[in-house]
């Protein structure tokens, strides 16, 4: 078997079917890689850079493509290596590493399908018989009122945790993010004070603080401490991402300060940069995205960074189909996986290629079984969802403002 080509498609279609969510986001944009070989079998894979910055994605695919064009796909530690080194001046961390992620991760899924194993097999087998699976739940829909049908709603579904944004969102009101200490402390407080007493005490409750990916609102370490022994007595299973990613000695300090476990790295690629936050014991929960981190390989070496310094992993997966499977086989494949992030009700760049391979009881996630990572991408589904040029989400700016 020898790989023929190597493709990129680029898809936009509904974010979610989840209505609270869709008062926030309606549609999403996604980028899927296939690996093509002369014997019928292709690899899918998908790059987390593809709901931010789609139309980057085709052309650093096409730069990586002539290494793997006549070999085998075999190995492909090997071969990352080679697409790692050729990219030495730009793809270290950022955009190039987490497009080539999506590269690997075809690679994976085409092994898979050859040898008739699912990747969680290939990556160092089975560890976990099952993973609870919590409901990634996006803004703080408000009044509370309405966030206590958006909790009611995510448990009707069988989950059995959910995570929510802090500050809040209301179509009418638009977002409300409160920074200074005592008025960031008070909400969040009330806030899982709240989600506590609706949900009952067994009930996982994460909070998202998302200041690795904000401008000029992100939380010092005086605001994100506030925040942290506000939230104490509610038992929160993590509070993500309180500070920006440039602060790693912050995150560090932060652990230290609080009993909160204190998790993040979604925006982290490569060892590279992971090895900065690990030496600071920056995260008590390392968020790693197998879509996003630099590779299912990278994934796992990042998992077992985290392990040695006694720290948990929960994975992150806010991308399509692709992202999900990826991170659900490296979760399973990795001794210190706490927990999964699954998209809740699925919308059709989610379900449409899942094609079963997905499946939760009880509120834990089951070892899939099929070859490979188990998505599908047929023509059918290239026609359903084409492209819209300009659907990426990003951080709104005066100039760049997304529009839904």
Not at 133 to 139: L, N, V
Not at 252 to 268: H, K
Request: aromatic share 12%.
């Amino acid at each position: 078997m020898k790989i023929t080509n190597v493709t990129t498609t680029l898809l936009t279609g509904p974010s979610t079917n989840d209505r609270f969510l869709r008062e926030a986001r309606r549609r999403r944009s996604a980028a899927f890689l296939e690996i093509h070989t002369d014997s019928g079998l292709t690899g899918i894979g998908e790059t987390y850079a593809g709901y931010f910055c789609p139309e980057a994605v085709p052309a650093i695919v096409d730069f990586f493509a002539p290494i793997l064009i006549g070999s085998d796909g075999d190995d492909i530690e090997e071969l990352w290596r080679r697409m790692y080194h050729c990219g030495n001046f730009w793809c270290r961390v950022g955009l190039g590493v987490s497009v080539l992620n999506g590269i690997e991760a075809a690679l994976w899924d085409l092994k898979g399908k050859v040898h008739r194993k699912p990747v969680y097999e290939l990556l160092g087998g089975l560890k976990h018989d099952r993973l609870p699976g919590y409901a990634t739940g996006g803004p703080s829909n408000y009044p509370l009122e309405r966030l206590a049908e958006k909790a009611d709603y995510y448990l009707s579904l069988g989950f059995r945790g959910f995570k929510v944004a802090t500050g809040s969102y209301s179509p009418a009101e638009g977002w409300y993010s409160p920074i200074e200490p005592a008025e960031a402390a008070d909400f969040e407080g009330a806030k899982i004070a709240f989600l506590r007493r609706h949900c009952g005490p067994d009930v996982r409750l994460m909070l998202d603080g998302h200041m690795g990916n904000s401008t000029g609102t992100a939380w010092k370490l005086e605001t994100a401490e506030a925040v942290c022994r506000a939230v104490e007595p509610y038992n929160l299973f993590f509070l993500e991402e309180p500070l920006h990613y440039t602060d790693p000695w912050s995150y560090g300090e932060l652990c230290r300060r609080t009993a909160v476990p204190v998790a993040g790295g979604e925006c982290l690629t490569a060892q590279y940069e992971w090895r900065v936050f690990s030496e600071q014991d920056a995260f008590d929960i390392g968020q790693p995205d197998a879509s996003y981190t630099g590779g299912l390989g990278e994934f796992m070496r990042v998992a077992a960074m985290l392990e040695a310094r006694g720290r948990a992993v929960a994975t992150h997966a806010w991308g399509a189909a692709g992202s999900l499977m990826q991170n659900v086989h490296c979760g399973f494949a990795a001794a210190n996986t706490c927990i999964l992030e699954i998209p809740p009700d699925f919308a059709g760049l989610h379900g449409d290629l899942l094609d079963g391979a997905f499946a939760m009881r009880d509120g834990y996630v089951v070892p899939p079984d099929r070859p490979g990572l188990g998505i599908v991408l047929t023509d059918e589904i290239k026609a359903r969802y084409p492209f819209e040029p300009g659907s990426g989400e990003f951080n709104s700016v005066p100039g760049k403002m997304l529009r839904d």
